[in-house]
């Protein structure tokens, strides 16, 4: 079927800007998949000389080849896994948990392979040297990934390594496609150009800032000819399941990739279910589940982290009780009722940053701001109450190190939603109540993407999101982003 072209009208800004959008990816790709490989390379050699002896150089069973010989063809598996496990996809790269999730599944997957080969062909590897090489390896290849991520975030926020995108629909549905991409510059997509139903706007025109290029109909063409990467369709109404299959066919070849959105939000991979029914792709949204198999492992692994985060810091600890005991009269800690899972009280602990009759002064701080009441995720920036000292642990979040009893005690989760109280609680409405589902947390989505400098809505809208959307893995990137979050001090105060 011949394309029909873009009409001359459409001729704008927009080739310029989309020049070289999408290029940044050879180079990242490249540089990645070099730190993958020293990463794999390194962990086996290390697993290598720490536990192969001269007197042990072969495996051991009926099948032994030389450890030299399986160094190099796990090394070249482990490379081969990463690769089809599709850890380098470009559009999964520099936002979200899926790309370091990829990276585990590809590395557990592979040494699960290796473990059942090894025992059909009863070979008995040693598993020191598969118990250093496989954690070794999986701990680098987040660590490199992580730190790529972070010198791409860089590079985008100074307008860089980003995505071309066109958008089609309705001008409404687009306008509000191309404000939610906006709100999100280190996610890597930039649009470049819109394409409406005919008659809606004139070519030449602008939505939300973005030249209108076309019908429709233009769409793969004006896609190729300004080199976007996608082409993105804002709303299911404004384009027929006929239409989306012949756009597809316009752009295959050109490396261009067709995206739709759907009108659901906040909802994560693990929920969702695609299935083919009559040639139809189905979508099953699960609902969210707050107990079974995997709740008892958070509980596990929350009370083991706890313990070991106590005992760790248990010195840091002492010493900050005993700053906070001699710099100013009070209790060292800080107790308030807040409010748990189910809606259940429960004292919460944290070291005393503020003076010791600060519960009296609440009026005059609130009357001090032009406030008459609290409202939710409140927290003055100024606040006269807070002493030298509990400046500078709030500033590092080191007063609310006590809160690991609070964990051990079965009050609390290392990460959640962060306990309120009943006044908070008073103001929830059903989204609100959301976050009562689960036990609050330590530290949480909230913690690590802005803390106080979140609006209310921006704040509430992420703690639904980790309560629905919860797993394991993504606690442990959450973890990981609080050390960040606390040195880098923003909306802490």
Known sequence: MARRHAPDTAQSDAPSRADGLGRWWVGYAARTAATDAVCVILALLVAYVVRIDGSVTTVSGEYSPSYLVVTIVLAAAWLASLELGRTHDRRLVGTGPAEYARVFSATWRLFAIVAVIAYLLKMDIGRGYLAIAAPLGLTMLLLTRYLWRQWLHGKRDAGGFQSGIVVIGHRQQAASLIDELGKNPRAGYTVVGVCVPAGEVEPGEHVYTVPVLG?????????????????????????????????????????VDLALTLSLIDVAG???????????????????????????????????AAAAFTVLLSPVLVFIAIIVGCTSRGPVLYTQDRIGKDGRNFRMFKFRSMDADAHSRLGEVLAAEGIGEIGMFYKP??????????????????????????????????????????????????????RLLVKPGLTGLWQVSGRSDLSPE????????????????????????????????????
């Open 215 to 255: 019908t429709l109909s233009d769409a793969a063409d004006v896609a190729v000819r300004i080199r976007a990467s996608a082409v993105a369709v804002a709303g299911s109404d404004v384009i027929t399941s006929e239409a989306v299959r012949r756009l597809g066919w316009d752009l295959e070849g050109t490396n």
């Open 270 to 304: 693990p929920r969702v279910l695609m299935q083919p029914v009559s040639g139809l792709p189905l979508m099953y949204v699960d609902e969210p589940r707050f107990t079974g198999v995997k709740y008892v492992a958070k509980v596990i692994f929350d009370w083991t």
């Open 381 to 434: 920036k100024n606040d006269p109450r807070v002493t030298t000292v509990g400046r500078f642990l709030r500033r590092y979040s080191l007063d609310e190190l006590p809160q690991l009893f609070n964990v051990l005690r079965g009050d609390m989760s290392l990460v959640g939603p962060r306990p309120q109280i009943a006044e908070e609680v008073a103001r929830y409405d059903r989204t609100g109540h959301r």
């Open 458 to 493: 921006a704040g509430l809208r992420m703690d639904v999101n980790y309560v629905e959307n919860w797993t394991l893995f993504a606690d442990l990137l959450i973890l990981a982003r609080t050390m960040k979050a606390m040195l880098g001090r923003e909306g802490a105060y």
